[in-house]
Nanobody
């Protein structure tokens, strides 16, 4: 299978910046789309941003102009640069990736989630 490990979550003040990273590992053949989602207690997980292997991006309206998603295909890593953070950005941020990997000599598709990293924006 494919494992995702996030890092970079922290407690910051409003207006500050934070950069999240997510590295994928395993017998990866290709990763098509990588993305970031977030969730607060008692609410559904919501899309923050996604990026394709070709570099096409998609953002939630609430983060457009403040967050930037990028990826390093050679390292199977996706980043989320978060600027001008607001208290409403407080959430657990999850990394997601989909693509194909080798298993028992055959290519299989995967869709994986990371374990989540806490981002807290508070004065």
């Amino acid at each position: 299978q494919v494992q995702l490990v996030e890092s970079g979550g922290d407690l910051v003040q409003p207006g500050e910046s934070l950069r999240l990273s997510c590295a994928a590992s395993g017998s990866i053949f290709t990763i098509q789309t990588m993305g970031w989602y977030r969730q607060v207690p008692e609410k559904s997980r919501e899309l923050v941003a996604t990026i394709t292997s070709g570099g096409s991006t998609n953002y939630a309206d609430s983060v457009k102009g403040r967050f930037t998603i990028s990826r390093d295909n050679a390292k199977n890593t996706v980043y989320l640069q978060m600027n001008s953070l607001k208290p409403e950005d407080t959430a657990v941020y999850y990394c997601n990736a989909g693509g194909s990997y080798y298993y028992q000599g055959r290519l299989r598709s995967f869709g994986s989630w990371g374990q989540g990293t806490q981002v807290t924006v508070s004065s």
